[in-house]
């Protein structure tokens, strides 16, 4: 047993040896079935985790940076993934022996996030751009991984954001790249006023294209629906805010700004949203509570004896009722320990966190019957005057407010139970 433990441990080895660097799917963290937005998810995340502006000094960051974006290349070309599949490190080797071409990080990280592919402040850095998303209730009390999607500006892959169908891109020879002009005005003989105005060849950018991408038209950028994943975190509070650092609209004029999504809740749709028909979806959430109201009967009010099953945002029961004799008042409000929404923890969903969870209230609405047989009235009514007589008390005495004459009523006869 220890010897083939041994062997093993040496094969291990050996495959290290010859494989010589890391697998590029474990430097991505995912596996070999990863589909391409799994990828491009994958270095959006590590890239800006180990971007050396974001770790001055620190070598292995840079290192993890370069490997990422390397991984990157290799796996989100179809081609050189084949390669990379079957042969490895050394048929990529081989590839770019054979005229395959390695991009410089930076790069890469520029095209993928635009701008220089640097952080560097001073750098003109693009707009924030801010999103509502409309999420239920249901979703914020279970948590989920879900996405949307939205027209994001992006540099455009055809022309790698050069504007240029064939890559060519020349100096504007009306300014000399410039941008702008210097114009000479004759005042009077030998008087001369010299005005700067934007070169209206080129508008100001300094450079000409002869013949334009087709797919951006000479723009750089295209406005394609944009898929974003996201993480609803349990119990997460109601307009939270996620920052996706860097996502907003891309350029290759600046470093993009950041995507700022707001979770908002949405209004419950019973139709469409709850497959499995819970109570649930209807809760109003104050916080970390819920607030729910139920509607009893008179009978059930006054007599007890009832039971009710409301199903909860995840499909659990809670029960709610009373044993015969015990009476409800009307607005009369329970308060249920622990049946709330999860109190959100920066731990999230592990072995290590247990979810604390607020209260649930439940209020009381007791309805009266709008309709009664005339027998049921008779008898009804028939009680209600036997018991008034022998247990019922006078409502003018004990409401406390000053006396008045004697009514017209007669004596003995009190006025409710
Ligand atoms: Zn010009
Ligand atoms: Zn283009």
């Known amino acids: 047993m220890l010897l083939r433990l041994v062997t093993f441990g040496l094969l291990f080895i050996l495959a290290q040896l010859a494989f010589g660097a890391e697998d590029f799917y474990k430097i991505l963290g995912i596996d070999r079935q990863a589909t391409d937005k799994q990828i491009k998810s994958a270095y959006r995340q590590l890239s800006k985790k180990f971007h050396p502006d974001k770790n001055p000094g620190d070598e292995t960051a840079k290192d993890k940076f370069v490997e990422v974006s390397e991984a990157y290349e290799a796996l989100i070309d179809p081609e050189s993934r084949k390669i990379y599949d079957q042969y490895g490190h050394e048929g990529l ?13 930076f790069d890469l990280f520029s095209r993928f996030f635009g701008g220089g592919g640097h952080y560097q402040r001073g750098q003109p850095r693009g707009h924030d751009i801010e999103i509502k998303v409309g999420i239920s209730l ?32 020349d100096t504007c020879g009306h300014c000399g790249g410039h941008g702008v002009r210097i114009m000479k005005h004759q005042l ?3 008087m001369f006023q010299q005005v700067q105005t934007t070169c209206d060849a080129c508008g100001g950018r300094g450079k000409t294209i002869k013949h334009k991408c087709p797919v951006c038209k000479g723009n750089r950028v295209v406005r394609r629906p ?37 979770l908002t809740e949405k209004d419950p749709d019973f139709e469409n949203d709850n497959p499995d028909h819970v109570d649930g979806i209807f809760f109003r959430r104050k916080g970390d509570d819920l607030f ?5 009967s008179l009978r059930e009010a006054w007599m007890g004896d009832w039971t009710r099953n409301l199903t909860h ?13 015990e009476i409800v ?17 920066e731990e999230g969903d592990s072995v290590y966190h247990q979810f604390q969870y607020g209260k649930l209230f439940v209020e009381y609405v007791v309805v009266l019957p709008d309709q009664m047989e005339s027998g049921m009235a008779k ?13 019922g008390v006078d409502l003018q005495q004990d409401s406390g407010r000053p006396e008045v004459k004697p009514s017209v009523a007669a004596e003995d006869e009190k006025d409710e139970l």
């Open 329 to 345: 008042q009307p607005g009369h409000v329970d308060t249920i320990e622990g049946e709330g929404m999860p109190i959100w923890s």
């Open 188 to 190: 009077a003989p030998g």
């Open 379 to 391: 008898e009804f009514w028939a009680v209600w005057q036997k018991w008034r007589g022998k247990i």
């Open 226 to 262: 944009t898929t974003v994943t996201l993480k609803i975190a349990r119990g997460v509070a109601r307009d939270a805010k996620i920052v996706y650092e860097n996502e907003a609209d891309a350029s290759p004029d600046w470093v993009a700004g950041d995507l700022i999504v707001t």
């Open 138 to 169: 249901r979703d914020f009390y279970n948590g989920r991984d879900t996405e949307f999607s939205w027209e994001k500006q992006q540099i455009c892959e055809e022309c790698n954001g050069t504007g240029s169908a064939d890559g060519v891109v």
């Open 313 to 325: 945002l995840d499909g659990h029961v809670v029960r709610l009722g009373r044993k015969r004799g």
């Open 292 to 296: 729910w109201r139920e509607v009893l």
């Open 93 to 105: 080797k081989q590839r770019s022996q054979g005229g395959g071409q390695h991009h410089d990080p």
